[in-house]
């Protein structure tokens, strides 16, 4: 598979880096929190938390190193392969989930899942902007499944 | 004293009963993208892009989908993959 890439206004960059900083950190706790964790037996339970935990951090690293290293403009993100595209994806997927979580709690899920729809005029700037940028990683996301499979898309 | 010997009488059956199975769930949710969720079907269930597509409008129009049934040590394995690509997915004895 050829590489992928993902590109973007050199803005467009600054704002996502600026706001992964302020999310990423508590991403780990928010996919713990949202995992189904069986609370039967002990061993599973701690064997799950690590590996989310874990998982968290090294995808906090790969969006950090990722946008630190698109300059230019447009900012163009490579990715080397699938395994690459694919863990750039579930990264993508964790600050979205965070945002959710942490700032955008009390949007009810129909209206969440048409986010770009939103009428943002009343939000706070702060959560406007955090809008914005919760659109701009799932933009990023189906440029990446597109590449990946074409078809994944009804 | 007469010791009477009592011989006692042992039955054995053997009962052989199938494992219980464990379903694993995929739950809806407004984050992720459909296109997303076909993807992560396909890498960790090893599906079809067309199965994996059938499950996804499962869970889209119905807000759950079993993906998976069989031996609870492979569901948690398969649960834990899914939540790794931040699915909503639970396990469940099956009925």
Redesign the interface.
């Given at each position: 598979m050829p590489e992928l890439r993902l590109s973007m206004t050199a803005e467009a960059r600054t704002v996502l880096t600026d706001l992964l900083r302020l999310i990423a950190p508590a991403a780990a706790r928010v996919?713990v929190n949202?995992?189904?964790i069986?609370d039967n037996d002990a061993e599973?339970a701690a064997?799950?938390t690590d590996?989310?935990t874990a998982?968290a951090a090294e995808e906090a690293r790969l969006l950090a190193t990722a946008f630190a290293n698109a300059k230019g403009d447009p900012a163009v993100i490579l990715l080397r392969n699938e395994a690459q595209a694919?863990a750039f994806?579930?990264a993508l997927?964790?600050v979205?989930?965070a945002l959710?979580d942490l700032v955008f709690a009390d949007i009810p899920?129909?209206e969440?899942?048409a986010a770009a729809e939103l009428d943002d005029e009343q939000m706070p700037t702060e959560k406007r902007h955090a809008l914005a940028c919760y659109t701009c990683f799932?933009l990023l996301?189906?440029s990446l499944?597109?590449q990946?499979?074409p078809?994944?898309?009804? | 004293m007469a010791n009477p010997k009592i011989k006692p009488e042992i039955k054995t059956e053997s009962v052989v009963a199938p494992a219980p199975k464990w379903n694993v769930v995929v739950l809806n949710?407004?984050?992720?993208?459909?296109?997303?969720v076909?993807?992560a079907f396909?890498?960790v269930l090893r599906i079809s892009?067309g199965e994996a597509?059938r499950l996804m409008?499962q869970v889209h129009e119905d807000g759950r989908a079993t993906v998976w049934t069989g031996e609870r040590e492979r569901a948690?394995l398969l649960?834990?993959e899914l939540?790794?690509?931040?699915l909503?997915?639970?396990?469940e004895a099956d009925a």
């Open positions: 996919s949202r995992a189904g069986p599973v064997f799950w590996t989310l998982q694919c994806l579930r997927s964790a979205r989930m959710r899920d129909a969440l899942e799932g996301q189906q499944v597109l990946l499979d078809e994944a898309f009804d | 949710d407004p984050i992720n993208f459909t296109g997303y076909v993807v396909v890498s892009n597509k409008r948690e649960a834990l939540q790794q690509w931040h909503s997915a639970v396990l």
